[in-house]
């Protein structure tokens, strides 16, 4: 993460020099904090734990549950009525419907219950260690990025400092040419 961010910084501080000018340790930061991958990740940390909560709450609201069945019923069964009992002939019949539905329907609602209490309870709980990682992530964003942010600083001063030197060495070198 630290090279990530070191790389970054380096070339936006060395891109912008050869540009229209540097960024400042401020506009570095926030760009950092608006475009570091960890900043969505404890986002949606804080999200999931408010889903959490909201989930730990609707156990106490009113559960509705409905089954409904359709039964189609491609041949109804036959009946043979033997004969003599209504007439002098076999009789065959077709009982039912050719099709049948029903509806069941149930309404519950939860009066007590100790664990989902607790439950809600820590979902809470969870929010605040979530909202306080997302701090500590912010916190760690800034000071590496100001940690590398000076890393380049000081990386700029050694390559002035080298190019002073080597001025210095190529006209030492000339007068070294030059004496008899």
């Known amino acids: 993460m ?3 961010l070191f790389s970054i910084l380096f070339f936006c501080i060395t891109y ?3 540009a229209q000018g540097n960024y400042s340790l401020v506009q570095c930061i926030e760009y950092s904090l608006q ?3 960890s900043t969505e990740v404890y986002q949606n940390n804080i999200i999931i734990a408010k889903g959490r909560k909201k989930q730990a709450i609707s156990y ?3 559960q509705i549950n409905v089954n409904s069945t359709v039964t189609d019923n491609l041949k109804l069964q036959t009946n043979i009525i033997p004969a003599g009992v209504l007439s002098d002939e076999d009789i065959s019949m077709q009982f039912g419907k050719k099709y049948n539905s029903n509806i069941y329907g149930e309404i519950t609602q939860t009066i007590y219950n100790q664990p989902a209490i607790y439950n809600i309870k820590s979902s809470q709980v969870n929010i605040k260690i979530a909202d306080l990682q997302q701090i500590q ?3 760690s964003i800034i000071f590496n990025t100001a940690q590398a942010y000076f890393q380049v600083l000081v990386y700029k001063e050694y390559k002035a400092k080298l190019q002073e030197i080597i001025q210095s060495y190529i006209q030492l070198s000339v ?3 030059r004496l008899p």
């Open 2 to 4: 630290k090279i990530k």
């Open 16 to 18: 912008q020099s050869y």
């Open 35 to 37: 475009n570091h991958s």
């Open 60 to 62: 106490y609201l009113p």
């Open 137 to 139: 992530n912010s916190e």
């Open 175 to 177: 007068l070294c040419w």
